[in-house]
């Protein structure tokens, strides 16, 4: 086998990753309300019941009135709000 089949996607893979690692270091920061509402998020999912939790991140009603949580939502509520600055290289 050609060791190019194998060389040149590893290469274009690793360009790709350089180059996205560059954008993510220059991403700007989370606004102040993004922070609060991201750390109250936190709290809500570190010391709150199950029932407080998905009040707090299901968004959706069905038809009868009651709330649904989505996939994407559901997530969310098992992700913590974690932002950290772009490290200076």
Same mark, same amino acid.
């Given at each position: 086998?050609?060791?190019?089949?194998?060389?040149?996607?590893?290469?274009?893979?690793?360009?790709?990753?350089?180059?996205?690692?560059?954008?993510?270091?220059?991403?700007?920061?989370?606004?102040?309300? %993004? &922070? %609060?509402?991201? !750390?109250?998020? +936190?709290?809500?999912?570190?010391?709150?019941?199950?029932? #407080?939790?998905?009040? #707090?991140?299901?968004?959706?009603?069905?038809? +009868?009135?009651?709330?649904?949580?989505?996939?994407?939502?559901?997530?969310?509520?098992?992700?913590?709000? &974690?932002? #950290?600055?772009?490290? +200076? !290289?």
């Amino acid at each position: 086998m050609n060791y190019l089949h194998f060389l040149l996607p590893s290469l274009a893979l690793t360009s790709y990753l350089f180059v996205k690692k560059q954008e993510l270091a220059h991403a700007a920061a989370p606004s102040r309300s %993004d &922070n %609060d509402r991201g !750390n109250k998020e +936190n709290k809500i999912r570190f010391f709150g019941t199950p029932k #407080q939790i998905y009040r #707090q991140f299901a968004t959706k009603e069905d038809e +009868n009135g009651f709330l649904a949580m989505s996939y994407a939502e559901f997530f969310q509520a098992l992700c913590p709000y &974690n932002y #950290q600055k772009p490290k +200076n !290289n």
